[in-house]
């Protein structure tokens, strides 16, 4: 892979610290990969569209470059809890096109909202009753009548809200799924899931709630859901406690009870104080055919079959280094938390897994060969057009010299979000507030 798109604009490396609003929190293509959209912490979306091939410009096809940025979300207040909701964008979710028009879903920890962005590249003018800045004419100076013209004018990106969902969540939102109908999605938080249709925002159905009666007794909760991509009946989500159950909505209204349970059975020598942490499951996705599930938790990336449920058909560790993760996270946990929601994405051919990991790593299995690399996305490695070199991390031992020692990992800088484009091997990492566009060589 190579760095594909060298200016990112957005990108404030030298004073990230400064501007933490600006930390990527979501990336996601649309469904032909031509616009791409991240969410950042401050609320905002970036829309970026790739550039038309032209001949003239060999070296510079298919680059992105940023096509509309509006605040989707600002810091409201809840007077009823005292409790600040925060803008960060949590999930962006497109609509397939249907007209001029494109259309997304964004939502922060408790409203989701649907955008539409369009372009306008002409104005009416010669109204009757304003001039051209809008300000009302006196009527008594208005002797005849006119009729108003489109003239063009440069190029307008405008986006603008279609309809507001809210107050249906009382936890935070972690999921946005659009349903195979396009008239329904349905949006996950951490105790309830509800469905909506994209048409009425003062209503919606709660379609799974494993809220106990008593709080207390809460043992577990809803990290990440997801529609099938063909049956607008079947929907899974995961938790926090490694397990993933597979719902179908025409079995009853409330989907309290699975249709299909997958877990795998812990092996009791393995058991340890971390066990019930990294079990937990920060991302379930449907492969493109809808034949199998893809979870990734704290140490691993698994695949299942929709027709196995006691164990995943493929186990891939996050890293080499997982031992010495395992040994690490006493001081990990406490420090960064496990809220570390790394994501995961699989290519178009379905044979390549991608993950963010710590330092600024990420990963990528190969499920044919079982091979894996290892990658990183800094500014100081990654060179306009210069080619990815594999990163190796040595454990304990001699350290050879394109290696790079276990102690030196920088467990601050992580990648949590990543997306691959629909039907090219493009890649969108986002690292804190930047954001790396790869392409693969051979393209
Ligand atoms: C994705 O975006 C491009 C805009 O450049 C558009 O032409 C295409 O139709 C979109 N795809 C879908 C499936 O919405
Ligand atoms: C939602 O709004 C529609 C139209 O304003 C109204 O007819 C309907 O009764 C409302 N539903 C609820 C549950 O408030
Ligand atoms: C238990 O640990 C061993 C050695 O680390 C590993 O090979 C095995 O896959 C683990 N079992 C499970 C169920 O994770």
């Known amino acids: 892979f190579l760095l594909f798109s060298p200016d990112v604009p957005g990108d404030h490396s030298a004073v990230w610290a400064s501007r933490k609003s600006d930390i990527i929190s979501t990336v996601e293509f649309n469904h032909t990969g031509e616009l791409l959209a991240t969410g950042d912490k401050g609320g905002r ?11 003239n410009q060999v070296h510079r096809r298919g680059e992105y470059n940023v096509y509309s940025t509006f605040q989707s979300h600002e810091p409201e207040f809840d007077y009823l809890k005292s ?6 964008i949590n999930k962006i979710r497109w609509l397939p096109q249907q007209n001029a028009a494109y259309f997304l879903l964004s939502t922060n920890d408790k409203t989701v909202k649907l955008w539409k962005v369009s372009e306008r590249d002409k104005r009416p003018e010669g109204y009757n009753l304003k001039d051209e800045e809008g300000r009302l004419r006196d ?38 799924s659009v349903n195979s109908d396009y008239e329904t999605y349905m949006s996950a938080d951490d105790l309830r899931i509800n469905l909506w249709n994209f048409e009425i925002t003062n209503q919606s159905f709660n379609i799974v709630d494993i809220k106990p009666a008593n709080m207390e007794e809460l043992t577990e909760v809803i990290t990440a859901a997801e529609f099938h991509p063909h049956h607008c009946n079947t929907f899974v989500y995961s938790s926090s406690k490694g397990t993933i159950r597979l719902c179908d909505m025409r079995a009853s209204a409330l989907c309290d009870r699975h249709t299909k349970f997958f877990e795998e059975p812990e092996d009791p020598s393995n058991r340890s104080f971390f066990s019930e942490i990294i079990s937990s499951i920060s991302d ?10 893809m979870t990734r938790d704290y140490l691993t990336v698994k695949v299942w079959d929709l027709n196995m449920e006691n164990r995943p058909i493929e186990t891939y560790q996050r890293a080499r280094i997982q031992d010495h993760l395992r040994n690490t996270l006493c001081y990990l946990i406490p420090d960064h938390g496990l809220n570390n929601r790394m994501l995961f994405n699989i290519n178009n051919i379905k044979i390549v897994i991608m993950t963010g990991s710590y330092n600024n790593f990420f990963r990528m299995f190969d499920r044919n060969t079982k091979r894996d690399v ?3 996305a800094s500014r100081e490695n990654s060179k306009p057009r ?26 601050s800088k992580k990648i949590l979000h990543t997306a691959w484009h629909p039907s ?17 060589k051979v393209n």
Request: aromatic residues 8%; glycine residues 2%.
């Open 45 to 55: 979306v970036v829309i970026f569209q790739r550039e038309q091939e032209s001949k």
């Open 83 to 88: 409790l600040e909701i925060e803008e960060k």
């Open 139 to 176: 009527p008594a100076t208005i002797t005849t009548l006119r009729v108003p013209v489109l003239r063009p004018m440069d190029l307008m990106v405008e986006a603008t809200p279609r309809r507001v969902f809210a107050n249906a969540h009382t936890y935070h939102i972690n999921s946005i």
């Open 284 to 293: 379930v996705k449907f492969s493109h055919s809808g034949r199998y599930i």
């Open 374 to 376: 290892t990658l990183e």
């Open 386 to 411: 210069a080619i990815l070199k594999p990163r190796k991390v040595c454990v304990g031992g001699k350290r050879r010299k394109d290696e790079i020692s276990v102690d030196s990992l920088d467990f």
């Open 424 to 440: 090219e091997n493009i890649i969108a990492v986002a690292a804190t507030n930047n954001l790396y566009i790869f392409q693969d």
